[in-house]
């Protein structure tokens, strides 16, 4: 099976960077995602690690290391429309490869 | 561009009734998947589609219903409601199933069951 653990919350102040971790323990999997949800709205897609190291998009960056069995979310420069709820998500090789969730990482951010 | 569309956005049932949560994407998109999520849970997935014509178990599917009669819709049934069945219900699609990891959401229904 696999499970993701991610912190509950995260506050931090504008301007500042906030690392979300998720570490997991899984038999195996192709690859980490990252979603943002507002207000209990829509999840979104951030970001996909499907091989090792460091995406970067915008001022969102998202980093995957098979060997330590840990991915994070950083984001850099915060806004406050960054406040938000995310999740990390895993695709196993097993449960016909579909999207397995985390508990989800609430973030404020403050003026 | 509607995206995915889904409906009711609220509905409060009685226990034991019957409902369906809609769910139409315009997209194409070849797979479509149902998710709940509950606070501290995340989104746990119930139901999922790889083609019209084809569905399958998630990890939370007893109590549930789809089917995939055509691309675009995907509803879900719950035949005699209880009330650990409140959530809020998630729609989402994938061009193909879910290769990079990017899954498209609707706006969620929220269901509350009394």
């Known amino acids: 099976g696999q499970s993701l653990e991610q912190p509950s919350e995260v506050t931090a102040v504008e301007g500042a960077i906030v690392q979300i971790n998720c570490t997991y323990q899984?038999?195996?999997?192709?690859?980490l995602s990252w979603y943002q949800q507002h207000d209990g709205g829509a999840p979104t897609f951030l970001s996909y690690n499907g091989l090792d190291g460091l995406e970067e998009t915008g001022r969102f960056s998202s980093f995957l290391s098979r060997s330590d069995s840990y991915g994070y979310l950083l984001l850099q420069e915060l806004q406050m429309k960054d406040s938000a709820s995310y999740f990390c998500?895993?695709?196993?090789?097993?449960?016909?490869?579909?999207?397995?969730f985390g508990a989800g990482t609430t973030v404020t951010v403050r003026a | 561009i509607a995206g995915i569309t889904q409906a009711p956005t609220s509905q409060i049932l009685a226990a034991g009734r019957r409902m369906t949560l809609r769910c139409t994407q315009d997209m194409r998109h070849n797979a479509m998947y149902w998710y709940r999520q509950d606070l501290g849970l995340g989104l746990r997935l119930i139901h999922y589609s790889n083609t019209a014509g084809t569905t399958g178990k998630g990890e939370v599917p007893d109590g549930y219903s789809v089917s995939r009669a055509n691309t675009d819709d995907f509803p879900l049934t719950l035949a005699s409601a209880v009330p650990s069945q409140t959530s809020v219900y998630f729609c989402?699609?994938?061009?193909?199933?879910?290769?990079?990891?990017?899954?498209?959401f609707g706006e969620g229904s929220r269901l509350t069951v009394l």
């Open positions: 899984t038999s195996g999997f192709y690859g």
């Open positions: 998500a895993v695709r196993p090789l097993w449960k016909d490869y579909k999207l397995s």
């Open positions: 989402a699609s994938s061009p193909g199933q879910g290769d990079t990891g990017e899954l498209f």
